[in-house]
């Protein structure tokens, strides 16, 4: 039998390994500083949800507001052990639980990250996962996604768990059909060194040399 490339106990494996927890390069880091500055209505937008916290590296932006209780923060992860550590770094509220199936009751949160997640996914449970997304969200609540986009490597035994391949139109498409309507957009590069100088060429130069790697969006619920 073929195993779950994203089993909580791979997860739980991948989540002990210094060598992936250590894993944020100057890409990872610009999207996670860009998802906390989009963080909508800063004065009323306290209870946000991480969704696949992963690794802590959005609890870790966000530990100075949380160790001031400026902010009620949740994790929700499958892995246990990823959890725990969590916890014991930046003392969110932590939820075991899968993006298809939340043990969170609805309309609970302004702000919802789920960045790097959807791309774990199965095709025939997306659906499921943006309506778990939606009915979480308060009425007026924001949603901030980020996928990996023209990916090159094979989907076969994918060190990370890939199981699908996105193109920004195909997640495009997803928000828009699934109860959310995108607002903002930015394309990222992962360029290794001069992070900045390069994404600046990319973007207003050489607009047509590199194809982005990552795609984050700031979305509006529309219920």
Not at 47 to 66: A, C, R, T, W
Not at 73 to 82: A, E, N, P, Q, V
Request: hydrophobic share 35%.
């Amino acid at each position: 039998m073929k195993k779950n490339p994203n089993s909580p106990e791979r997860w739980d494996q991948l989540l002990t390994a210094d060598e992936y927890l250590e894993d944020e390069g100057p890409m990872t880091l610009d999207r996670i500083k860009t998802a906390k500055r989009w963080r909508f209505n800063r004065g009323r937008s306290r209870l946000i949800l991480n969704v696949g916290s992963g690794q802590g590296f959005l609890e870790n932006q966000f530990f100075y507001l949380i160790r001031q209780k400026n902010v009620v923060f949740y994790s929700l992860d499958i892995s246990l052990k990823g959890l725990e550590r969590i916890k014991k770094l930046f003392n969110t509220n932590t939820v075991l639980g899968s993006i298809v199936g939340m043990p969170i009751k609805s309309g609970m949160f302004d702000t919802i990250y789920c960045m790097e997640v959807l791309e774990h996914i199965k095709q025939k449970d997306a659906v499921q996962a943006y309506k778990e997304l939606n009915r979480v969200a308060k009425s007026g609540g924001e949603l901030i996604i980020s996928v990996p986009v023209y990916e090159a490597r094979s989907l076969k035994d994918h060190p990370v768990g890939h199981v699908k391949k996105y193109t920004p139109s195909k997640i495009e498409k997803e928000i828009n059909t699934n109860g959310f309507y995108i607002t903002h957009k930015k394309e990222l590069f992962a360029f290794p060194n001069l992070y900045l100088v390069k994404t600046l060429i990319a973007k207003k130069i050489l607009k047509r040399r590199w194809k982005p790697n990552v795609v984050i969006y700031r979305c509006t619920v529309k219920k």
